[in-house]
């Protein structure tokens, strides 16, 4: 490849995230990359973020999809041509867009798939479908994990398929200004995400409710989509109803004051496949308590430096570790200074170093394929 080419990249995605925006955004702008980027809808039905002008590398395909349960099936129309293009990257596969690139432009042009790690089927003919599906990854000729558990899980899956790590990188630079001396009186705890028992709301509630009732001083903020937050907070006593401040869903752009005011952070989800929150928490200087059900947390909690890992569905855990905080100040203060030093590492251009890297791997390999069809 000479010096002047770029490498003429294409994304598929479902919909345009902030956080993967920060991310193409910074590749866009690697002189190395000729970038597009393709959703294939606006914004899902159900979607809490606002929607922004979308950059001129950006497109939203023409299309509808199909609901089934929780899931939606894509099917667009128009698909621009990939004749002059280096590298596909597909974020899902469960559409027929996805399907036809993964069974008929990979057999051309190289394709990444771009996931987390994967959720177990559910049973029925749903379930025989989403296996179907899954079955055209097959294809790829190669797969960019979302985190090292992800990594782990499509080891497992694909043997002997070239595996990269390439987790979500967000910009975290609104976090890291006016950062308070930590901790302050009372502690302010933080947990941010949809209030449902995925995220496993009730089991900090419970943790919560057990520090209240052993005399700690210490604050809950819950921010995110109320969902089932209501028949949660019944089963709490008055005295500890007191001490939670319910701050309802935030845009993106809003979520730097609130994590300005927490001391620690808590994401206790039962399963996350990776959970963007953690980012924007070691970009904002806080101690970290996660499940090991959250995938970022095997690469972003150094356990004992910068926070603590407890087990998926252990309130008992979430209250250990909050307990350990809250008995020694001191302890904030350094896994503060510790997240802070590590999120100098997980920057969008970062990633989009670490994507160019990829590619470039697949780029020769491209250019000899469409010479010989």
Same mark, same amino acid.
């Given at each position: 490849?000479?010096?002047?080419?770029?490498?003429?990249?294409?994304?598929?995605?479902?919909?345009?995230?902030?956080?993967?925006?920060?991310?193409?955004?910074?590749?866009?702008?690697?002189?190395?990359?000729?970038?597009?980027?393709?959703?294939?809808?606006?914004?899902?039905?159900?979607?809490?973020?606002?929607?922004?002008?979308?950059?001129?590398?950006?497109?939203?395909?023409?299309?509808?999809?199909?609901?089934?349960?929780?899931?939606?099936?894509?099917?667009?129309?128009?698909?621009?041509?990939?004749?002059?293009?280096?590298?596909?990257?597909?974020?899902?596969?469960?559409?027929?867009?996805?399907?036809?690139?993964?069974?008929?432009?990979?057999?051309?042009?190289?394709?990444?798939?771009?996931?987390?790690?994967?959720?177990?089927?559910?049973?029925?003919?749903?379930?025989?479908?989403?296996?179907?599906?899954?079955?055209?990854?097959?294809?790829?000729?190669? &797969?960019?994990?979302? /985190?090292?558990? $992800?990594?782990? #899980?499509?080891?497992?899956?694909?043997?002997?398929?070239? *595996? %990269?790590?390439?987790?979500?990188?967000?910009?975290?630079?609104?976090?890291?200004?006016?950062?308070?001396?930590?901790?302050?009186?009372?502690?302010?705890?933080?947990?941010?995400?949809?209030?449902?028992?995925?995220?496993?709301?009730?089991?900090?509630?419970?943790?919560?409710?057990?520090?209240?009732?052993?005399?700690?001083?210490?604050?809950?903020?819950?921010?995110?989509?109320?969902?089932?937050?209501?028949?949660?907070?019944?089963?709490?006593?008055?005295?500890?109803?007191?001490?939670?401040?319910?701050?309802?869903?935030?845009?993106?752009?809003?979520?730097?004051?609130?994590?300005?005011?927490?001391?620690?952070?808590?994401?206790?989800?039962?399963?996350?496949?990776?959970?963007?929150?953690?980012?924007?928490?070691?970009?904002?200087?806080?101690?970290? &308590?996660?499940?090991? /059900?959250?995938? $970022?947390?095997? #690469?972003?909690?150094?356990?004992?430096?910068?926070?603590? *890992? %407890?087990?998926?569905?252990?309130?008992?855990?979430?209250?250990?570790?909050?307990?350990?905080?809250?008995?020694?100040?001191?302890?904030?203060?350094?896994?503060?200074?510790?997240?802070?030093?590590?999120?100098?590492?997980?920057?969008?251009?970062?990633?989009?170093?670490?994507?160019?890297?990829?590619?470039?791997?697949?780029?020769?390999?491209?250019?000899?394929?469409?010479?010989?069809?």
């Amino acid at each position: 490849m000479g010096l002047m080419t770029k490498i003429r990249v294409v994304f598929y995605l479902v919909v345009p995230s902030p956080y993967q925006r920060d991310l193409f955004f910074a590749l866009s702008q690697r002189p190395e990359i000729d970038l597009k980027v393709n959703y294939l809808e606006p914004a899902s039905p159900d979607s809490p973020w606002p929607q922004k002008a979308l950059q001129p590398y950006e497109s939203i395909l023409l299309g509808q999809y199909l609901s089934w349960g929780s899931s939606r099936f894509h099917i667009n129309w128009h698909l621009p041509s990939l004749k002059t293009v280096d590298v596909v990257v597909l974020n899902g596969y469960q559409s027929l867009t996805s399907q036809i690139i993964l069974n008929h432009t990979a057999k051309r042009i190289p394709c990444i798939f771009w996931g987390e790690k994967m959720v177990a089927s559910s049973g029925g003919v749903k379930g025989k479908l989403q296996k179907v599906l899954a079955g055209g990854l097959q294809q790829c000729w190669a &797969i960019a994990a979302i /985190g090292s558990r $992800a990594v782990e #899980d499509y080891q497992k899956r694909f043997p002997g398929k070239p *595996i %990269f790590n390439i987790p979500y990188y967000c910009n975290l630079s609104q976090f890291g200004t006016n950062i308070p001396q930590r901790p302050r009186e009372p502690v302010t705890i933080l947990l941010c995400g949809q209030m449902i028992a995925r995220k496993g709301v009730d089991l900090l509630l419970s943790a919560f409710e057990r520090l209240v009732r052993s005399g700690f001083k210490a604050r809950l903020l819950l921010v995110g989509r109320e969902a089932e937050l209501p028949q949660m907070m019944a089963t709490l006593s008055p005295e500890t109803r007191q001490c939670i401040e319910y701050a309802g869903f935030q845009a993106p752009e809003n979520l730097p004051h609130f994590f300005r005011q927490a001391d620690l952070f808590v994401l206790p989800s039962r399963y996350d496949g990776w959970g963007v929150v953690v980012n924007q928490a070691l970009g904002a200087g806080l101690p970290i &308590i996660c499940s090991d /059900g959250v995938g $970022a947390a095997q #690469d972003l909690v150094e356990p004992g430096v910068n926070g603590f *890992i %407890f087990q998926n569905g252990d309130a008992d855990g979430i209250f250990q570790a909050l307990t350990h905080y809250l008995q020694n100040p001191e302890a904030i203060r350094t896994a503060s200074q510790a997240s802070l030093a590590k999120a100098a590492i997980w920057s969008p251009e970062v990633g989009a170093k670490r994507w160019l890297e990829v590619l470039e791997k697949f780029t020769d390999r491209s250019d000899r394929f469409r010479k010989e069809v």
